[in-house]
């Protein structure tokens, strides 16, 4: 008896309630941390883009204002 016959001799609310709320109770803890991680990373990459191009904007602004004439 495979594991495709025991999943379909189970009634439907154990397939799609019972057995997910099993899954989230005992793996809840590991997809909180993986989700934290991946969460975190990409608002780190966010405040990465967002320094970089204020530095750029403030770099071109400084060319800018210094004009062809000025030292260099």
Request: aromatic share 12%.
């Given at each position: 008896?495979g594991?495709?016959?025991?999943?379909?001799d189970?009634p439907?609310?154990?397939k799609?309630?019972?057995?997910?709320?099993?899954?989230?109770?005992?793996?809840?803890?590991?997809i909180?941390?993986v989700?934290?991680?991946?969460?975190?990373?990409?608002?780190?990459?966010?405040?990465?883009?967002?320094?970089?191009a204020?530095?750029?904007?403030v770099?071109?602004?400084?060319?800018?204002?210094?004009?062809?004439?000025?030292?260099?």
């Open positions: 008896m594991v495709r016959e025991i999943v379909t189970l439907w609310w154990v799609w309630v019972a057995v997910p709320l099993i899954a989230l109770a005992i793996f809840g803890g590991v909180v941390s989700l934290s991680v991946v969460i975190g990373l990409l608002f780190k990459v966010l405040v990465f883009v967002v320094v970089v204020a530095l750029v904007f770099v071109r602004k400084f060319k800018e204002s210094a004009g062809p004439g000025s030292r260099r």
